[in-house]
T-cell receptor, first 115, second 112 residues
Framework: NAGVTQTPKFQVLKTGQSMTLQCAQDMNHEYMSWYRQDPGMGLRLIHYSVGAGITDQGEVPNGYNVSRSTTEDFPLRLLSAAPSQTSVYFC??????????????FGSGTRLTVV | GQQVMQIPQYQHVQEGEDFTTYCNSSTTLSNIQWYKQRPGGHPVFLIQLVKSGEVKKQKRLTFQFGEAKKNSSLHITATQTTDVGTYFCADAGGTSYGKLTFGQGTILTVHP
């Protein structure tokens, strides 16, 4: 059982370039989300999805797009990278309707540097 | 939106000492979750508290939810070097979507 898989683990982009961060989970979780982590600021929600075809914005959505065509995959697209998007990005998923108080399962993260 | 304040930001202890981190909110929290993130790693779910005044234990870790559901704490008894990392509390929200709002985290270092 792989859990949540993120690729790539590291990435360096030039300002203005675009790229897609991949996230896949094999636990049949309805809920998937993207967070960014910056020093001293905890984790901030970028976008989330409660099922295939349904996405919504979180706290810091500007400069990012998402789509959810399948239950398993939730890619995050950077449209035109800026140095302010240098961060560690985490994908997380959870079961929405389980009876146990379950937490979120996080991927191992993507460390992105924009120069 | 809901803001969750976590203190202290840093804590340095000698191995064997106790450690506590606190999570506070100006409004009532629905559910509180706690996560641990090892240096260079990703957050790992520890526990969820739901009921007012709830206390849960996991070995040397004790989690409490305040009576008014506006604060929570994590206490580690007799720290070990394996406890090193950042501890986050997160408000799990009141909807079935369960969006997490994280506190800033407490970075714990343990000196052997």
């Amino acid at each position: 059982n792989a859990g949540v898989t993120q690729t790539p683990k590291f990435q360096v982009l030039k300002t203005g370039q675009s790229m897609t961060l991949q996230c896949a989970q094999d636990m049949n979780h309805e809920y998937m989300s993207w967070y960014r982590q910056d020093p001293g600021m905890g984790l901030r929600l970028i976008h989330y999805s409660v099922g295939a075809g349904i996405t919504d914005q979180g706290e810091v959505p500007n400069g990012y797009n998402v789509s959810r065509s399948t239950t398993e995959d939730f890619p995050l697209r950077l449209l035109s990278a800026a140095p302010s998007q240098t961060s560690v990005y985490f994908c997380a998923s959870r079961e929405l309707f389980g009876t146990d108080p379950n937490g979120y399962t996080f991927g191992s993260g993507t460390r992105l540097t924009v120069v | 939106g809901q803001q969750v304040m976590q203190i202290p930001q840093y804590q340095h202890v000698q191995e064997g000492e106790d450690f506590t981190t606190y999570c506070n909110s100006s409004t009532t929290l629905s559910n509180i979750q706690w996560y641990k993130q090892r240096p260079g790693g990703h957050p790992v779910f520890l526990i969820q508290l739901v009921k007012s005044g709830e206390v849960k234990k996991q070995k040397r870790l004790t989690f409490q939810f305040g009576e008014a559901k506006k604060n929570s704490s994590l206490h580690i008894t007799a720290t070990q070097t394996t406890d090193v990392g950042t501890y986050f509390c997160a408000d799990a929200g009141g909807t079935s979507y369960g969006k997490l709002t994280f506190g800033q985290g407490t970075i714990l270092t343990v000196h052997p």
